[in-house]
T-cell receptor
């Protein structure tokens, strides 16, 4: 089993749609969680951290379920500019593990 | 504020040759990471430095890969000899400090390596 697994995608959605990505992790001792965004042929950039109580940043909502070892990212009102690969990242102390990413394409 | 700098941006070599990549982290960042990202996969951590000490190199193929950060600032990653499967983007990242709490990593643009 991979340490961090994501929906394989790709997700192709129309502008304005709501889309959700899921991620599961295997290390129950994991302590912090993030979503990074990676545009084609660019470096990853932090989108948002994921807190135990869930958190929202504009159109983006992240949720964490420690019991099920699961995190999610919800994007509302998708924009063309949201097209990218979304990487789930799990930190266990000094050990950062990235998922393979889920590719999103938002179409007009 | 200047970001993480990497060079070269692109490198093409033949198998069994050697190659070196350079990284200059954001000023004041104590922690530096090297990742390997193969096409279609997420970044894989190769090595993490805290200042000039190695924190984690468990996924570094030590028979051919080496890295150093002599003065706790710049770092180099070397592959000797390269194999076809080393073709990937090598990303350098830095953060203020390592540890278990929130700790944003800032990535450089990467070096795209092609081994023929």
């Amino acid at each position: 089993r991979k340490e961090v697994e994501q929906d394989p995608g790709p997700f192709n959605v129309p502008e304005g749609a709501t889309v959700a990505f899921n991620c599961t992790y295997s290390n129950s001792a994991s302590q912090s969680f993030f979503w990074y965004r990676q545009d084609c042929r660019k470096e990853p950039k932090l989108l948002m951290s994921v807190y135990s109580s869930g958190n929202e940043d504009g159109r983006f909502t992240a949720q964490l379920n420690r019991a099920s070892q699961y995190i999610s990212l919800l994007i509302r009102d998708s924009k063309l500019s949201d097209s990218a690969t979304y990487l789930c990242v799990v930190n266990s102390g000094n050990d950062m593990r990235f998922g393979a990413g889920t590719r999103l394409t938002v179409k007009p | 504020e200047a970001g993480v700098a990497q060079s070269p941006r692109y490198k093409i070599i033949e198998k069994r040759q050697s190659v070196a990549f350079w990284c200059n982290p954001i000023s004041g960042h104590a922690t530096l990471y090297w990742y390997q990202q193969i096409l279609g996969q997420g970044p894989k951590l190769l090595i993490q430095f805290q200042n000039n000490g190695v924190v984690d190199d468990s996924q570094l193929p030590k028979d051919r890969f080496s890295a150093e950060r002599l003065k706790g600032v710049d770092s180099t990653l070397k592959i000797q000899p390269a194999k076809l499967e080393d073709s990937a983007v090598y990303l350098c990242a830095s953060s203020l400090w390592g540890g278990s709490s929130y700790n944003e990593q800032f990535f450089g643009p990467g070096t795209r390596l092609t081994v023929l």
